[in-house]
């Protein structure tokens, strides 16, 4: 594995998102010749869900630059530990957890996320429950910056998570970010994780480089595309980015 070799991005959404919403941020960094993968997070619980993404990473075998969005930075933190292949981190209005720090934990650190009250929550045959944002709720909660018939789209589309993903504690004694360079991305009204909180998780983190998005939603890779890729090519190197 060359490491001149120009990397993968691999993109990995949060809880109430999926796949296609990277969709304008992959359109962004195919327009500069860079390759990127969306994975499918299970949403599930963090030791799987990270152990899914390092799947995916492998049968790339290339380097790449891992981005997460949500409770995507608690599994890009877990899975990127130790693996050879992770050139750098992007956290995009993400958690960056330290050892045992859960999304739960993290999200309530600072005042201003509104999400608990926004939840539907049921059980499955698994065990436990899983949460969704309520249709109702999702523009202002999840997308405030995008136009309500897009909102509506997103709202049914929304990926559940399990609460025991969200309450899971990072598992691994050496956060990814400790030991590779970290670019973040902040929606300065993110009604979800609180930009006070990222920008506390960026300064741990030594952040190379962090973008705040004036009337930035929790869905920055949706609404401000630009600055998603912005950063992305600042993570992989590229010099005109």
Known sequence: MSS??????VLVHGAFAESASWNRVIAGLHGRGLPAVAVANPLRGLAGDAAYVRDVIDGIGRPV?????????????????????????????????????????????????????????????????EVRIADDKYHR????DVDAGEAALMASTQRPVTERALTDGLGTSEPAWSTRPSWFVIGEDDLNIP??????????????GTREIPGGSHAIAVSRPDAVVASILDAVGDEAG
């Not at 130790?82 to 739960?104: H, I, K, N, Q, T």
């Not at 930009?195 to 190379?208: G, P």
């Open 4 to 9: 001149t070799e120009r990397p993968t991005v």
């Open 65 to 129: 630059v891992l981005v997460g969005h949500s409770y995507g930075g608690m599994v890009i933190t877990e899975a990127a530990a130790g693996l050879e292949a992770v050139r750098s981190l992007v956290y995009v209005a993400a958690f960056a957890p330290d050892p045992g720090e859960s999304a739960l934990l993290l999200s309530g650190k600072f005042e201003g996320s509104t999400l608990a009250s926004a939840l539907v929550a049921y059980p499955v045959s698994t065990g436990g429950n």
């Open 141 to 144: 909660q999840f997308c405030a």
């Open 195 to 208: 930009a006070e909180a990222v920008r506390f998780m960026a300064e741990r983190a030594s952040s190379r």
